[in-house]
Nanobody
Framework: QVQLVESGGGLVQAGGSLRLSCVAS????????IGWFRQAPGKEREFVAA????????YYADSMKGRFTISRDNAKNTVYLQMNSLKPEDTAVYYC????????????????WGQGTQVTVSS
């Protein structure tokens, strides 16, 4: 069982930065692929970024490349999402998700997910 708790969201002006954190409970955190997803009102869930177990390889949605950076600290059971050059269209609730299978994670079938943290970017 893994519990995920996101934090770090808030209100920021366009061009600003935020760093989201996702803290996981459980001793098996390092065995999970972790992803960040977001959902804006009236829109579908959208993949943001993912970081794999083991290799630590990272993947990003095209619109986030160069602006967002995902990282993990297995010793702290934490995954971070550094978001720079934020735009109003980045406004959404951001969720941290975990899965042993990357395909399930990417495909919207995560084993675990958090309650989300709101990010609002004003123009």
């Amino acid at each position: 069982q893994v519990q995920l708790v996101e934090s770090g969201g808030g209100l920021v002006q366009a061009g600003g930065s935020l760093r989201l954190s996702c803290v996981a409970s459980g001793r098996t955190f390092s065995t999970y692929h972790i992803g960040w997803f977001r959902q804006a009102p009236g829109k579908e869930r959208e993949f943001v970024a993912a970081i794999l177990r083991g290799s630590g390889s990272t993947y990003y949605a095209d619109s986030m490349k160069g602006r967002f950076t995902i990282s993990r600290d297995n010793a702290k059971n934490t995954v971070y999402l550094q978001m720079n050059s934020l735009k109003p269209e980045d406004t959404a609730v951001y969720y941290c998700e975990a899965d042993l299978s990357y395909s399930d994670l990417k495909g919207g079938l995560p084993d675990y997910w958090g309650q989300g943290t709101q990010v609002t970017v004003s123009s």
